[in-house]
């Protein structure tokens, strides 16, 4: 017997299920052509994966034969209610933990962007968060970035460190010669301002590359 999606994530949870059958869950219903699951399945191929999905505007989803406005509503606001629950992460007074809390807010807010975006996230000493601040904003290749931009927004709010991360418009992660360069700049400017910079993300389309956890691989590489 066929288990559908709604009896396979009440047995062995949403993880177990793939983005069709999550897709299919949040349509409900197929069309007299196709069942749900193949209309999702259809729906991803089309558009390139789920990240372009989900960049789609809602006008433009609601033109895709079998999905019209009603679908097209609902799969908007499941990827809006997604986007908002990565966002509340950091909000001011949540505590970063980990760099890969930063890269899924920054591939949130810039999924479907084919521009490179630089942000600063303003940290107490505790590790909390005092805010949030897109520095730049450049092209497919690259965001211009000044120490004095990054540091000047920690001055002013009294951040004892922050995180400084930025988006691959490309999908690849790997960090360039010039993040190398930023990444260090930026590290010898907070030395001398006294305000630490603890990690550069950068965020891929489905990896991040981050300095920190890099460095402390090294470290702990050479101590062997």
Do not use: W
Request: a positive charge; glycine letters at 8%; hydrophobic letters at 40%.
């Amino acid at each position: 017997m066929h288990t559908g999606p709604r009896e396979r994530l009440l047995q062995l949870g949403e993880p177990r299920l793939s983005d069709s059958e999550c897709l299919a869950l949040i349509l409900r219903t197929g069309t007299r052509e196709l069942p749900v699951e193949q209309l999702a399945t259809r729906l991803l191929q089309e558009f390139g994966g789920l990240e372009s999905l989900a960049a789609t505007p809602v006008r433009e989803l609601a033109t895709v034969p079998g999905i019209g406005p009603a679908r097209a509503a609902a799969l908007h606001a499941a990827f809006g209610l997604a986007r908002r629950l990565s966002e509340h992460r950091f909000q001011p007074g949540r505590r970063i933990c980990k760099a890969e809390d930063i890269a899924r807010i920054v591939r949130d807010t810039t999924r479907g962007s084919g521009r490179e975006t630089f942000f600063v996230i303003l940290l107490d000493a505790r590790h909390r968060v005092l805010g949030v601040r897109p520095i730049s904003t450049g092209d497919l290749c690259g965001a211009p970035v000044h120490p004095r931009e990054v540091f000047l927004p920690a001055i002013r709010e009294s951040a004892a460190s922050i995180v400084v991360a930025h988006n691959h418009p490309s999908g690849d992660a790997t960090p360039s010669d010039s993040d190398h360069g930023v990444t260090e700049r930026l590290r010898d400017v907070g030395v001398l301002v006294g305000i630490e910079l603890l990690d550069h993300v950068v965020v891929g389309a489905s990896s991040y590359y981050s300095f920190a956890d890099r460095r402390a691989s090294v470290i702990r590489s050479d101590r062997r």
